[in-house]
């Protein structure tokens, strides 16, 4: 039978476990407020846990070439427009199964599992520019402290470089860099080189920043999946989360909609159930996000623009020689440099 949960007073509800859920959670937490996450709660499957544990206790220099294709092979049968770790692909979900039409061209996923998309992402993190936000009601400014804040529940790893007078408000000088790979320092050396020759052409170079934790353990693995989970998924956060008594996780429920009166705001779930809070804070990826408050619109044909920031990742194809390099030297294969592109020619964002 669907239930009826009244909060008390101080009950805020947080819909989604990604980077942002987790996010307004605990810094509602932190204000003492009684936090109720609603989620899809979608997790690895068994055999995917074990498989991953197995690779864990192992040290990567043992690892046989079968235990590598093992690893490996599916990500490379995963369906079309999905991405895979630990050989699941549990993190995304259709289109179709959140909009009930939907064009073929339309490569964006949602999500329903925990920790959301970060537990298939690349680990890529930058903040954002001045100009490329100056039609929001904050600044870079206002962002700065909250960027700082994100970084005690978020590795990081980085480091000084030209990056950062492009985008000053998350300075590296307290952090790291992963160490990139032979043909990642030749990359690096050629792009520094150079540097001033392309900041003058409006294009700003520097080594990726990662949400990966320092003690990578450089076994190539990143894009299959982390044995050890050094890259950062919001999931290892809503494990701490649960751990604190004024927070409530509840997976296994979709939203369909909402609706607010007075001074509460009910949550109408799939399930038939009803939550009723005094906030409700939608933190769901932008297209969970888009459906509900569709859904939830008193017009009955409502419509939203869907804005997206373009980063395009390449193949790089070089014709030198990466100093030292031998076939089977550690390394990660995540995203080695940031390239960003300023000209309005091209775009008027970066």
Request: net charge negative; with cysteine; charged share 20%.
């Amino acid at each position: 039978m669907p239930c009826l949960c009244i909060s008390v007073v101080d009950m805020d509800i947080v819909v989604g476990s990604g980077p942002a859920g987790i996010a307004v959670a605990t810094a509602l937490l932190t204000r003492g407020r009684h936090v109720t996450m609603v989620d899809g709660g979608k997790v690895l499957s068994p055999a995917a846990v074990e498989q991953k544990a197995k690779m864990a206790v192992t040290d990567p220099t043992a690892w046989t070439e079968q235990h590598i294709r093992q690893w490996q092979a599916p990500q490379f049968n995963a369906p079309e427009g999905l991405s895979q770790r630990y050989g699941s692909n549990h993190a995304q979900v259709s289109p179709s199964e959140t909009f009930d039409t939907v064009p073929d061209w339309f490569a964006l996923r949602a999500s329903h599992a925990v920790g959301g998309l970060s537990a298939i992402w690349g680990a890529a993190i930058l903040p954002n520019r001045q100009a490329d936000i100056d039609a929001w009601p904050i600044t870079t400014d206002d962002l700065a402290p909250h960027y700082r804040a994100i970084t005690q529940i978020m590795p990081m790893s980085g480091r000084k470089d030209r990056l950062e007078a492009l985008l000053p408000a998350l300075p590296m000088s307290d952090y790291q860099p992963l160490t990139p790979g032979s043909q990642g320092r030749v990359l690096l050396r050629r792009l520094d080189e150079v540097g001033d020759t392309l900041a003058a052409m409006g294009v700003h170079v520097g080594q990726a920043r990662q949400a990966v934790r320092r003690d990578c353990q450089y076994c190539g693995m990143c894009l299959h999946g982390c044995p050890w989970d050094h890259i950062f998924s919001a999931e290892q956060h809503v494990k701490t989360l649960n751990e604190n008594p004024q927070f409530t996780y509840l997976p296994g429920r979709l939203v369909s909609g909402f609706s607010e009166e007075g001074e509460h705001v009910t949550l109408h779930l799939q399930n038939g159930e009803t939550l009723t809070a005094e906030k409700l804070y939608l933190a769901a990826g932008v297209l969970e996000t888009s459906r509900m408050v569709l859904a939830s619109h008193p017009d009955p044909q409502p419509s939203v623009t869907l804005r997206d920031s373009q980063h395009f990742f390449l193949p790089f194809l070089h014709q030198w020689k990466a100093d030292g390099h031998a076939e089977g030297d550690p390394h990660h294969t995540l995203t080695e440099a940031f390239i960003e592109i300023d000209d309005p020619h091209v775009s008027p964002y970066l």
